[in-house]
Antibody
Framework: EVQLVESGGGLVEPGGSLRLSCEASGFIFGSYWMHWVRQAPGKGLVWVSR????????NYADSVKGRFTISRDNAKNTLYLQMNSLRAEDTGIYYC???????????WGQGTLVTVSS | QSALTQPASVSGSPGQSITISCTGTSSDVGGYNSVSWYQQHPGKVPKLMIYEDSNRPSGVSNRFSGSKSGNTASLTISGLQAEDEADYYC??????????FGTGTKVTVL
């Protein structure tokens, strides 16, 4: 059974940092692109970032470029999102998702809540 | 990169068919066979319903179908059921930044 379990969310002050993790199981993690998607409270889905199978290719939404870094450790079956210079508008649930094809994500984690507030 | 445009809400009676549109540009929806659709019930994780414009993942009801014409993709739900009441999001690969979601549509079963 495919499972994605996020962790690392919490309350942080503006300008602070957090590192999210997503532990994968039930599939060959190193064979799939992975994504981070966020959802602000009561709002829609927003794509944040993606990474290819070996970590050599990464893409970011304009709103997080230069502040967030996606990475992966295939030996540990874990995806990461390092978030720096956090802003109030970064608040939301962060989901990791497994890519099926062309960005379509067939499995999602339960999400981890990030709250940026003073 | 702006979000793809979806109607804020669509409604229908049980048994009817409804269609949700998703409008983008030739750099995203119209440029690639990469439109996917997600269903999200309140407080739940998004569920993939359609990928590559019109393919259904295993386990998704055949009442859900996807199509595309030019820069506009569509999700049709036939034989509408109470359990279909949810938020629906389209998404597409984009040459600009990689990936973009739609604005979301709330489906109400009357």
């Amino acid at each position: 059974e495919v499972q994605l379990v996020e962790s690392g969310g919490g309350l942080v002050e503006p300008g602070g940092s957090l590192r999210l993790s997503c532990e994968a199981s039930g599939f060959i993690f190193g064979s799939y692109w992975m994504h981070w998607v966020r959802q602000a409270p009561g709002k829609g889905l927003v794509w944040v970032s993606r990474i290819n199978t070996d970590g050599g290719v990464t893409n970011y939404a304009d709103s997080v470029k230069g502040r967030f870094t996606i990475s992966r450790d295939n030996a540990k079956n874990t995806l990461y999102l390092q978030m720096n210079s956090l802003r109030a508008e970064d608040t939301g649930i962060y989901y990791c998702a497994k890519d099926l094809s062309w960005g379509a994500s067939d499995y999602w984690g339960q999400g981890t809540l990030v709250t940026v507030s003073s | 990169q702006s979000a793809l445009t979806q109607p804020a809400s669509v409604s229908g009676s049980p048994g009817q068919s409804i269609t949700i549109s998703c409008t983008g540009t030739s750099s995203d929806v119209g440029g690639y066979n990469s439109v996917s659709w997600y269903q999200q019930h309140p407080g739940k994780v998004p569920k993939l319903m359609i990928y590559e414009d019109s393919n259904r993942p295993s386990g998704v009801s055949n009442r859900f179908s996807g199509s595309k014409s030019g820069n506009t993709a569509s999700l049709t739900i036939s034989g509408l059921q109470a359990e279909d009441e949810a938020d629906y999001y389209c998404s597409s690969y984009t040459s600009a930044i990689s990936h973009v979601f739609g604005t979301g549509t709330k489906v109400t079963v009357l």
